[in-house]
Nanobody
């Protein structure tokens, strides 16, 4: 069973930065990492994704501000979030796709004050 542990959320002022981490346990091969976010009453939104080959894509709302990266040796994905805006406030979830399955993290709260 793969477990994901997210960290790095918190409270920051607008214009500030946070870095989220998501570490996957176990000896597994991860094809793709994704970060999602979901505000109350809204659908879950794909924020950023990175493949095993390092290819990335981003939601238009975060392009130029967020950077996704991965450390394959640690089975960990990061989301560096710069120039944060109040509208970035919500819970962020990581999703890991392995050969066998998909796994979700527990979510980490990001709050950006204006």
């Amino acid at each position: 069973q793969v477990q994901l542990v997210e960290s790095g959320g918190g409270l920051v002022q607008a214009g500030g930065s946070l870095r989220l981490s998501c570490a996957a346990s176990g000896s597994i091969f991860i094809h793709r990492y994704r970060w999602y976010r979901q505000a109350p009453g809204k659908e879950r939104e794909l924020v950023a994704a990175i493949t095993n080959d390092g290819l990335t894509n981003y939601a238009d709302s975060v392009k130029g501000r967020f950077t996704i990266s991965r450390d394959n040796a640690k089975n960990t994905v990061y989301l560096q979030m710069n120039r944060l805006k109040p509208e970035d406030t919500t819970v962020y979830y990581c999703r890991v796709t392995t050969t066998a399955n998909d796994y979700w993290g527990q979510g980490t709260q990001v709050t950006v004050s204006s």
